[in-house]
């Protein structure tokens, strides 16, 4: 590619966010085109990405068919209240997990970090091979679940929204005070109402197919408060500020920025071997919610 890539995080659908910067792209996830933007994926930089994916468009696809259908069933409560009627049943124990190993499940649930001490969870003393290969593929998953669920609640979003424009009409119809603004409906849509998974997971799944040379831009201001709050983030250096080209000077302007290891940057206790990918170097752009550029997380960051 003629130029780094930048890719934006932890967004994978660019109605997520008012407008990207030139050059700026969303990350794909390795579905067919035809649900994923095929034209986006012409993108020398995602095509990259779209070339280290374990699996194939319809592997993909069927493997996000069924994460769905498991997701959903999970939703509806039926495996919920099924394994709750057997913990009962079983002294308050979960079905087929120890004391010890739940309590590391939860760790790893709350987390993403393997607990210590516990057997058969220390993996990263000697990584198999076919460990890192599964974990490639559970990152592609987690890209898929994030951007199905990103897209269901742009869904969501655009409903609300609607219905909201609805009622206003209907109530300045009936001379119900003013009815506000049409445009803006009763309220304004929340800011930072979870159209994304937290980015350290996105991150985190992104990180063993992102082509070696791309940078990433923080495009929500809940990543950049995080980064901000951690003490990750810097002054944007004068010799990576060649990398925003074409960008508005004002934009340019606020940015800070790391250059730091994924497990730094994501508050990982070290390096893990099982998962190198985390062990990499990546430039990441912040900058605070300027001129409707970005997505607050409705952190307030200032």
Not at 115 to 135: F, L
Not at 141 to 164: D, F, M, P, V, Y
Request: glycine share 12%; hydrophobic share 45%.
């Amino acid at each position: 590619m003629s130029s780094p890539a930048i890719f934006c995080v932890p967004y994978l659908h660019g109605a997520s966010i008012p407008q990207l910067p030139p050059g700026v792209t969303v990350f794909p996830v390795g579905l067919p085109s035809s649900a994923a933007g095929g034209k986006l994926d012409k993108d020398p930089a995602r095509s990259a990405v779209l070339a280290a994916f374990p699996l194939a468009p319809r592997e993909a696809a069927a493997a996000l068919e069924d994460l769905t259908r498991l997701g959903d069933e999970l939703a509806s409560g039926g495996i919920l209240l099924q394994t709750a009627a057997g913990n009962a049943a079983g002294g308050g124990g979960v079905s087929g997990y120890r004391a010890g190993e739940r309590a590391a499940l939860d760790v790893f649930a709350a987390t993403g970090d393997i607990p210590e001490g516990v057997p058969d969870w220390d993996a990263k003393a000697c990584p198999d091979p076919r460990a890192i290969a599964r974990a490639r593929v559970e990152c592609q998953k987690t890209l898929l679940l994030a951007w199905q669920l990103e897209g269901r609640n742009l869904e969501i979003r655009t409903l609300e929204q609607g219905l909201s424009l609805s009622n206003a009409s209907l109530r300045a119809a009936l001379g119900e005070g003013d009815g506000g603004d049409p445009a803006q409906g009763d309220a304004a849509a929340p800011e930072g109402d979870g159209e994304a998974l937290p980015w350290r997971l996105v991150l985190e799944a992104m990180m063993p197919f992102v082509p070696g040379d791309c940078r990433l831009l923080a495009a929500d201001a809940a990543m950049t408060f995080d980064l901000m709050e951690a003490g990750l983030l810097e002054p944007l250096p004068e010799d990576r500020a060649a990398l925003c080209a074409g960008w508005p000077g004002e934009f340019v302007s606020g940015l800070l920025w790391a250059g730091l290891p994924v497990w730094k940057l994501t508050g990982k206790r070290g390096e893990d071997p099982a998962r190198p990918w985390l062990s990499r170097r990546v430039e990441i752009f912040a900058v605070r919610p300027a001129g409707g550029w970005l997505r607050d997380g409705g952190r307030g960051a200032s």
